[in-house]
């Protein structure tokens, strides 16, 4: 008789452990999707003060060149190396981002739409119309619209000791 009851005991135990938590919901859930991780590239320095993307033009005009930390959007970067970006100024208009002696590089990845900061020294210089299409061809641009550069143009362009990718 009291091995019937320590089975039917031992039963209970197991049926008890086996039967859901009631206290506790069964659904599964899924992490929201976290940020992308800042990543910093080149020489360290400090974020602050920063100047805005779209005020770099208005900073810069008029000087051979201006020292700055700046803080801007990613509209493309090379997609070869990872050795340029394209930072988003005011008017939609776009200031070529190179790294000091090519001491670093950033990664080869779609990296549109991220925000970044970097500093280093912006100059206004004539870009041929051979390095126009090299850069389209890093970027990933058609034959034809590489093709369609024929002249060189002068633009804002900005030479970074050091990048904080966020």
Known sequence: MKKVF???????????CNRPDTT????ETTNPPTA?????FGAAFSE??????ARLQ???????SVQATV????????????????V????????KVTFRDYGFFMPVEDLKGRKVVFTGIAKREVISV?????YAKDAGKSETEIASITSPKEELRFVADGVILK
């Open 6 to 16: 320590l089975l039917i005991g031992l039963a209970a135990v197991a049926s008890a």
């Open 24 to 27: 506790t919901s069964t659904t």
């Open 36 to 40: 992308e991780p800042t990543q910093a």
């Open 48 to 53: 602050a003060p920063v100047v805005p993307a």
């Open 58 to 64: 208005e900073m810069a005009a008029g000087k051979d």
């Open 71 to 86: 803080e801007g959007e990613i509209i493309a970067s090379c997609q070869a190396k990872g050795c340029w970006m394209d």
């Open 88 to 95: 988003k100024l005011a008017e939609n208009s776009i200031m």
């Open 130 to 134: 051979d390095d126009q299409r090299h």
